[in-house]
């Protein structure tokens, strides 16, 4: 494994985030978890990302129990609030009550009495935003977390929220961005305003949802136990690229990787690796082997030749449009899966 700093913080990352959303949703086993870390930790990660609503707050409770055992200090353990936890009209949302409430019981699922960063899951337009600030800032400053981080927040929230922290005498070190060689929102506006700020990006959804992998193929049926045929596990953002231009456009990218001896998930990994800003990037996985394949692409380095072919093949059915860097109220989504 390989390590980067989170963006200009002193927080050292591995390059491969283990991330459980997808192994914890509603079709995974708690078995299956702990395999995925035991997996993830052989290979040398040492970062691992949650959120309180995975599997309806199970997920935090399944990787405090898979983690149970390891030397504190040598994980970085990174978690969300935002979405709905809970039936009540303030289970939700960034206000003070909601965050100081969620970090308690996110800490009490995880088994431990802090996080490396506590990240805000979206941003929230119904709460001013120094009260989200502020209470942020308890946290760190009770202990509860060490740094702070955002998620699919605007270049201009960003910078907003930067501003605050700063007064607030507390670090923001990390973004969350959807980002892949199919989805690049965030490089016109929200990347650039990160390296402004010294932010890193931790980034999810590198393969598109699976989709990168190449096992969706234009014409054919999806394969048998994939998430595109399990009625509890599809999202819409999988949805989305399960069409026949963007799968054909994947399928060009075979050449590339045959004479290499890659995967097209390794060399979808390495293309985010190698773009400016990137600390870390999340992979999920529903097996324990696709953790050991697709670390081994932190050893990938790519050359400009390759890197302009990819651009190149995948340009037509790339989303690049900002404005899908999107801003949502608690309640605009079915967040049991997000």
């Known amino acids: 494994m390989n390590f980067r700093h989170l963006g200009l913080s002193g927080l050292i990352v591995s390059q491969i985030a283990y991330g459980n959303w997808l192994t914890r949703s509603s079709s995974r086993s708690e078995e299956t978890e702990v395999a995925c870390v035991r997996a993830a930790l052989d290979v040398g990660i040492t970062t691992f990302d949650t959120a309180d609503v995975y599997a309806g707050t199970h997920a935090e409770e399944s990787l405090g129990r898979a983690l149970k055992g390891e030397r504190r200090e040598g994980l970085e353990i990174l978690t969300k609030v935002f979405a709905p936890t809970g039936p009540g009209r303030n289970d939700l949302g960034l206000s003070r009550k909601h965050i100081h409430e969620s970090i308690n019981n996110s800490l009490r699922r995880l088994g431990t009495d802090h996080v490396d ?14 009260e989200t600030m502020e209470a942020l800032a308890d946290v760190v400053h009770a202990g509860k977390a060490h740094y702070i981080g955002v998620s699919e927040w605007t270049a201009d929230q960003i910078r907003r929220g930067h501003a605050l922290a700063r007064e ?16 690049r929102v965030p490089e016109a506006e929200v990347i650039p305003a990160c390296a402004e700020l010294g932010i890193g990006q931790v980034v999810w959804s590198p393969l598109a949802q699976g989709v990168l992998t190449g096992k969706y193929l234009p014409g054919r049926e999806w394969p048998v136990g994939s998430r595109a045929t399990d009625v509890n596990d599809g999202s819409p953002e999988l949805a989305a690229w399960l069409k026949d231009d963007v799968l ?5 990218l075979q050449p590339l ?3 290499a001896g890659l995967s097209l998930a390794q060399l979808a990994l390495a293309w985010v690796l190698q773009r400016p800003g990137v ?11 696709q953790i050991t394949a697709n670390a081994q692409a932190v050893d990938v380095r790519l050359d400009e030749e390759v890197m302009e072919r990819i651009d190149l093949v995948l ?15 608690p309640a605009d ?6």
């Open 257 to 259: 990787v045959a004479d």
């Open 279 to 289: 600390s870390a990037v999340v992979v999920g996985a529903s097996r324990p082997e």
């Open 248 to 252: 054909g456009r994947v399928q060009e």
């Open 315 to 329: 340009g037509p059915v790339v989303v690049r449009d900002p404005a899908e860097t999107r801003t949502l109220s």
């Open 333 to 338: 989504r079915d967040w049991r899966l997000a």
């Open 168 to 183: 607030l005498r507390i670090f923001l070190v990390s973004n969350q961005p959807q980002y892949s060689a199919l989805w």
């Open 117 to 130: 960063v506590y990240q805000a899951h979206r941003f929230d337009p119904s709460v001013p935003l120094e």
